[in-house]
């Protein structure tokens, strides 16, 4: 996932406190003190602000939102265990592997396409957001625990798909939306780290999840794997929360709208290009995620499926903080180059020529580092986007969200059908093992025209700070 630029409460904490709240900037820009009176009087409280960029508080920010960024996008991301495990197993083994793919693909245009939605929420009711957060984690404990009950693909589209990935998105969007509170220089970083969550979540979960199946069988596997996501999820909640104390409207006062008003940044080249081209990349991953174990079964065994799988996703840990410190020190859109041009080198030569573990390994490690590694742009991004109210960054970004949104859905469902017509037709003894050929070059045209969506925003992004 990607990080929100500007802070939530740049313009709700203007509109909230306006007329009643002096803020003050020491010369050292490290702390802001918050005065409850319109003038500064005897007994006032004052109440100073953690710093930014560095101390206690910004780190176990960071920390906490790891952890949930890795339970949360981690168990997405590894779904692939779950559906070699349905396609095999009784009571789901007899259903369309389409719809058993679903299950997954809803998770995630659910929780990639709620973002904007969940933003204008947050934005309008932020002193509900924390307790949204546990009402989410709630959710998503009762229906991944249900759906150990599950005897029908439907149950399983209706809890781990739409429940999950709604409840999922109301958990961790806080975050994203509280990060940049806490980081200013060092935002791409801090994103990054939180993002490799996802990474390391999907490099450690599938051992983890195969061994519990292997054991105790799906029932009990996806008892306790709610548990214990519900334990160390609920914990790091703890640790989310604003830098900014957020206090309720007093009596009388206008909440901002719901629907920021004048976002003609919607209609910038800009973001138009940004959105578009994060589409499009999306269109090339998300094949990748959803079939790199099938493929890697179908051409060796289960078990190096499970290594490549678990290679992939931890790839993009590396890949999430190189590349998000990257973007901290050159112009994100030819980081985004960097990444999509050797994402279509990777899927071309690698992929396309793979016939075992020989190639599948680099493949898995390189797609998964600069692929994987591909949102840490969006902080910085999110900003630009926003043009000349950069308070409105996290509306930017959820914009963003809802296309990449569109491509976790589009992305396996044409790759699916691109698979099915390759069953029956070849492309030669060396090119496209087990019919795969033709979303092997789907999958690297995608990255190409990434490639090319990156040029044009650089040029885009030219001209808004030339």
Known sequence: MASIGTPIDSEYRLSTFESRTTMSMPSNGSRLTVLGQSEPQEGANIQELAPVDHGLGVWSFCACGFIAEMFIWGFLFSYGIFQDYYTTHPPFNTASPVAIAAVGTVGLGIQYGE??????????????????MWCGLLLYFVCLFSSSFATEVWQLILLQGVGLGFSGGVVYLPTMILLPQWFSKRRGLAGGIIFAGTGVGGFVFPFMLNAMLSNLGLRWSLRIWAIMTCTATGIALIGIRPRVPITKPHLGQRRPRLIVPQMEYFKSPLFLSFSFTC?????????????????????????????????FNSAGVIGQVILGYLTDRFAYPWVMFFSSLGSALAAFLLWGFAQGPALIYPFAIIFGALSGGFSSVWPNAAVDCAGSKPENADITYAGTAAFKGVSAVIGPILSGLLLQAGKSTTMGTRYGAAGYGAVEIFVGFCALATGLGSIVVAAARQRITS
């Open 115 to 132: 973002v904007l939605f969940l933003s204008m929420m947050f934005r309008r009711y932020p002193e509900y957001m924390k307790k949204a």
């Open 279 to 311: 589409l499009i990349q999306g269109l090339s991953y998300f094949p990748v995620s959803l079939y790199i174990a099938s493929f890697t079964q179908q051409v060796s065994t289960p078990l190096t499926a499970t290594v490549v799988l678990s290679l």
